[in-house]
């Protein structure tokens, strides 16, 4: 084992880029969750609402600004070109500048959207962590591309330490939402100096070249568009949900997703930083060999994400009321229904990413597209009609409706296999039926939920 991670093939940096992505993963949950128990025992509940509401808004704006430089930067053959990293860099640099300013000039429409006025106050910190976010070095792309993950692990894991340590104190002595705010914007500063500092790689400079730019606008084009209907797929509960419910109820939601979306969000980190590159390094379609393995590195991964999984859904309540205080026991029984609805998106996560190994990002952003107005439909009226029970079956009606397209679509480069999609879907129905029996309760008290 040792020396087939020590080595320089393409098998060796996926193996060493899998076990890094699982430990920066695990880690970084591991540290939020730390953090998250401290700070429940410091701050109260609408104070995570309030977060909540901020990191919508954080990832809204990047994601639907988002014209796919990283992207790009493994895709692209000139992904080491120290002129198309810098044209990149130049572009990423503008975005942040853009969205600081959008992030204040909305400051006051927030505020008054959600009859909080410390949101006013709260939005310029965010403006700033949007902007310094958008500093960091483009060696962070370069390390995705030839998977690469060593440094780029342990410097989100550092910094994510620092910003907790920030978080406690401040926690601590004021005992305000501006803890979560400060920490972020210390996390992000750091991040951003030190990706420039201690990866390896070509440094960044403010420059634009046309053939660049057109390279990276004629594929990003479309994923800017895709990004935001990525946002909205995973976000666009909390977003209803913003509104619809009180901050505290908001707060308990958003630690049952905190749990219950740990494999997924894993699955996808896997995506882009593995299977992505995996896919434009060794297509599907280009051999058997490839094919096969590509089924059973899918059947190993899901299968052990999908037992974490049903885990969560089916020691949910036990979960949160060991490690929260009373207040925060809610959110259990929003976990077991939670944890059961993720799994159909579980199972097919990251199989569109072939489309984009193959440069066909439009493909890739019409999937998304129906993926997201089937989800926003769904949750919308499942919201205003079953209220929480209805916004938590959106998710998988919307992954099951959208599934046959998505097959047709990836079936042409010889990534679909319905023997792993098969055979998880049924697993989801028969362990979801067992979680809603043992957890009947639970499931009771989250119908109840309006």
Known sequence: MRRQLSGDGMGARVMRGSFLTFLGFGGGQFLRLLSNLILTRLLFPEAFGLMAILSLFLAGMQMFSDIGLSASIVQS?????????????????????????????????????????????????????????????????TASRNIHLG???????????????????????????WALVVGMMVQQALHAVLSHLVLPGHPNRLQLEKAAFVELFNFGKYLFVSSGLTFII????????????????????????????????????????????????????????????????????????????????????????????????????????????????????????VLLSAGRSGLFTAYQALRAVLQTGLLALGVIHFGL??????????????????????????????LHDGFFMALTVLCGAFVFWINQEALLRVLAIQ
């Not at 990293?85 to 600081?100: H, I, P, S």
């Not at 440094?151 to 978080?167: K, S, W």
């Not at 509960?237 to 979306?261: C, E, V």
């Not at 899918?298 to 052990?304: M, V």
């Open 234 to 353: 995973e976000n666009g509960d909390r977003m209803l949900l913003s509104k619809f419910f009180t901050l505290a109820n908001l707060g308990f939601y958003n630690i049952a997703y905190f749990f219950g979306s740990v494999p997924v969000i894993l699955m996808g980190n896997l995506a882009v930083r593995v299977v992505y590159p995996l896919y434009s390094a060794r297509p599907p379609a280009e051999s058997e060999a490839n094919r096969r393995a590509l089924s059973k590195a899918r059947f190993g991964l899901t299968g052990f994400l999908f037992a974490i999984q049903f885990g969560l859904a089916l020691l949910g309540v036990w979960l949160i009321e060991l490690l929260y205080t009373t207040e925060y026991w809610a959110a259990g029984p929003i976990l077991v229904v939670m944890s059961v609805s993720l799994m159909p998106s579980l199972i097919i996560r990251g199989h569109a990413f």
């Open 389 to 418: 029970i209805g916004a938590l079956a959106a998710q998988p009606i919307a992954a099951i409706l959208s599934y046959p397209v998505l097959y047709r679509m990836i079936r042409p480069y010889r990534a679909e296999d319905p």
């Open 77 to 141: 053959k000139r992904g080491n070109d120290p002129v198309f990293l810098n044209t990149a860099w130049t572009l990423q640099v503008m975005r942040g500048v853009l969205l600081g300013l959008i992030c204040c000039v909305i400051a006051g429409p927030v505020a008054q959207f959600y009859q909080e006025p410390i949101l006013y106050e709260l939005m310029f910190g965010l403006a700033f962590t949007v902007f310094i976010m958008e500093m960091r070095s483009t060696k962070i792309g």
């Open 151 to 177: 440094r780029v692990t342990f410097l989100d894991l550092g910094c994510q330490i620092v910003a907790i340590v920030v978080m406690v104190v401040v926690a601590w002595i004021w005992e305000t939402v």
